[in-house]
């Protein structure tokens, strides 16, 4: 009776043990791959997902001691934050800095952290009306570093620094210093950052009174696809135009209709941020949930591993024959499983059939094929075009579409042709490349597709997901 004791107390002891080292190694996932998730999880639109994660992988970094992943996911959740708190944003950005400094890896890093700080500060200076000294000092830090390795790694930081010392003076009212920092940016900025950098130059020049250089600097900007830097230059354009005629009122009356459409702009941004942090506080407390269910369940299997251990060494002392019933069982349920994963490796197949017809139909349709061309220039499709891709799109998709419109008649034939586009999984470049509008205007398109109709308002399901339960 000892012996059985004891060899009962030695099994549920490495049960105890096992279950333990269980739960302390699944879900392993070091800081990089939270990093990378969280990137991901911005790429979809999924803020909230994307901030927890960066915690995750700050907690992450910081048991790993991996400095490098640390500074670059504090920097990120700084950026996040910037939207909605920039006092935030600034802690952050200093704590990405800290961390960098206790390893330095990489110049061009440094000046990025530094520069960001710096923007961070202004913005905080420019909503308080406080001083932007603190952002001057990281900024020129930032512009100084930049001169000396643009020998090795290029003009694009120096130019970053040069533009944001000419934003932070036009903030602090010193026109001619911005002007100067402007032009200097100017002479070395790289095709992709021209624009930007001409859009400074040209509101520095309108702040100095010279109009006539300013109205120069706005008619060679060319922003191409770019809508909202279009809108930019010809309302900027219009303004100048107006002060040389004199016509104050008009003037007056048009940077009021600014001053709304910005108040607006900024209160929409102040409601999103405060619908996130609604959303991340109450994901926060659906974790602590699932926490503690998993915590109850594995307590549950705790009792019933001893329970199944006490039953076991109770059959051993009691019946052989008990043990060749388990045996049985166990023979059973084994059958049962391989039975099972046959059927799911047949479900699987199949999948793998129809996917393969439904890609090998799409590759054959002149109009797809013309939409998948589509990521990196204009297109224009007919309506009998349309018409086709609604038909083939039927016809390997089980009627989705038709379905779509007898369930909702009140959809408009945009809003159908936008369900399509997602549907074949056309990327929001794409997309807007088609319909002549910029990506935030597509992901606005489909957020208010997915609320006003479909009647989702989980920030956590995409439009895609909405389509393929429906």
């Not at 039975?339 to 197949?349: D, I």
């Amino acid at each position: 009776m000892k012996a059985v004791l004891r060899l009962f107390l030695l099994l549920l002891i490495t049960c105890m043990m096992s279950c333990r080292h269980t739960a302390d190694t699944a879900h392993v996932c070091d800081a990089r791959s939270c990093y990378e998730q969280a990137l991901t999880a911005f790429d979809d639109d999924s803020v909230t997902n994307g901030e927890r994660l960066l915690h995750e992988a700050i907690t992450k970094a910081n048991a790993e001691n991996d400095t490098h992943t640390l500074y670059l996911a504090q920097l990120r959740l700084a950026e996040s934050l910037a939207w909605g708190n920039s006092q935030a944003a600034l802690d952050m950005a200093k704590s990405a800095l800290k961390t960098y400094e206790r390893h330095p890896d990489s110049e061009r890093n440094h000046i990025i952290i530094l520069d960001y700080i710096g923007t961070y500060a202004s913005q905080l200076a420019f909503n308080t009306d406080g001083s932007f000294n603190e952002a001057l000092a990281y900024v020129r830090r930032a512009h100084t570093l930049a001169v000396g390795v643009q020998d090795t790694l290029g003009t694009e930081l120096l130019c970053q620094t040069l533009t944001s010392l000419a934003n932070i003076h036009w903030a602090m009212e010193d026109y001619p210093t911005a002007l100067r920092y402007a032009r200097e940016a100017e002479a070395c900025t790289p095709d992709d950052l021209l624009l930007g950098t001409q859009q400074v130059l040209a509101r520095c020049l309108v702040s100095c009174d010279s109009l006539d250089a300013a109205e120069a600097v706005y008619r060679k900007m060319q922003p191409g696809d770019d809508l909202q830097a279009a809108y930019i230059v010809q309302s900027n354009l219009a303004k100048l135009a107006l002060r040389r005629n004199d016509t104050e009122a008009a003037e007056i009356t048009i940077d009021e209709a600014f001053q709304h459409a910005e108040d607006l702009y900024y209160k929409a941004l102040q409601q999103k941020d405060d619908y996130y942090q609604a959303a991340l506080l109450q994901e926060r407390e659906n974790e602590r949930l699932r926490y503690t269910s998993a915590l109850h369940r594995r307590m549950l299997w705790g009792g019933l591993s001893a329970f199944v251990l006490i039953a076991c060494a109770a059959g051993v002392m009691i019946k052989q024959r008990l043990r060749n019933t388990a045996l049985r069982r166990q023979q059973q349920e084994q059958l049962h499983a391989q039975q099972l994963a046959a059927q799911a490796e047949q479900l699987r197949q199949r999948d793998a059939t129809i996917d393969f017809l439904q890609s090998f139909i799409l590759e054959r349709s002149a109009v797809i094929q013309k939409l998948g061309k589509s990521a990196e220039r204009h297109i224009v499709l007919t309506p009998h075009e349309w018409q086709e891709v609604e038909r083939t799109l039927n016809a390997i998709d089980s009627d989705r579409v038709a379905h779509l419109r007898s369930r909702y008649p009140a959809l408009k034939d945009e809003d159908v042709q936008l369900c399509i586009l997602t549907r074949l999984r056309l990327s929001n470049r794409a997309i807007g490349n088609l319909y002549g509008i910029s990506i935030s205007a597509v992901q606005h398109r489909k957020l208010k597709l997915k609320k006003e109709v479909f009647a989702e308002n989980d920030p956590e399901t995409t439009l895609e997901q909405v389509l393929e339960n429906l």
